[in-house]
């Protein structure tokens, strides 16, 4: 059984993200969507939030299950019998902090990295710009699903 996990932040899950699960999941057995926990970084929608909108957004992948986690992404990948980590991979400038990354993940628990290269269509994209551009009334349709769409401008509209 290949399990897999795609841990991030998902703040909130954009159409990048999406591309790189998809692909994962088409590819391996199951697919973990981990969302970290931190507390001590602010962030647009509660881990409760990000995890309902990726549920929803991944519902049709019978093989994708979304989890939360703290801690070490390495622990996360223990204690749920996983041994590969998928990543998505924008530009060079991803490269170097990823590589740390995946070097420490291997050095730590012996969890491999696997990186996909991301669809050019969304190289450009990531969660924080898409909320800084929704954040000033820019149009951000198109690159995170629709549904994210709708609860991005609710929750800017009670800012
Ligand atoms: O979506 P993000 O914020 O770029 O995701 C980063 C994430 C969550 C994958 C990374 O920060 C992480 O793995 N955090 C968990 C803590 C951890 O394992 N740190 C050591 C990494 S070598």
Do not use: W
């Not at 999406?18 to 929608?45: C, M």
Request: charged fraction near 25%; glycine fraction near 6%; include cysteine.
């Amino acid at each position: 059984m290949a399990r897999v996990v795609c841990p991030g932040s998902f703040d909130p899950v954009t159409n990048g993200h999406l591309d790189v699960i998809s692909r994962a999941a088409a590819l391996h057995d199951e697919v973990v969507v981990a969302v970290l926990i931190n507390i001590t970084k602010k962030s647009l929608f509660t881990v409760d939030e990000r995890v309902e909108m990726l549920a929803e957004v991944t519902k049709d992948y019978g093989n994708v299950r979304v989890e939360r986690f703290h801690g070490l992404t390495v622990d996360f990948c223990v204690a749920n019998d996983i041994n590969i980590i998928v990543k998505g991979l924008r530009a060079v400038s991803d490269f170097e902090y990823e590589m740390q990354m995946a070097q420490m993940n291997y050095r730590l628990a012996k969890i491999e990295t696997l990186f996909m290269t991301t669809n050019p269509l969304y190289s450009f994209l990531s969660s924080s710009l898409v909320k800084e551009i929704a954040k000033y009334g820019g149009d951000v349709a198109g690159l995170v699903p629709e549904s994210v769409l709708g609860r991005l401008r609710a929750r800017l509209a009670e800012e």
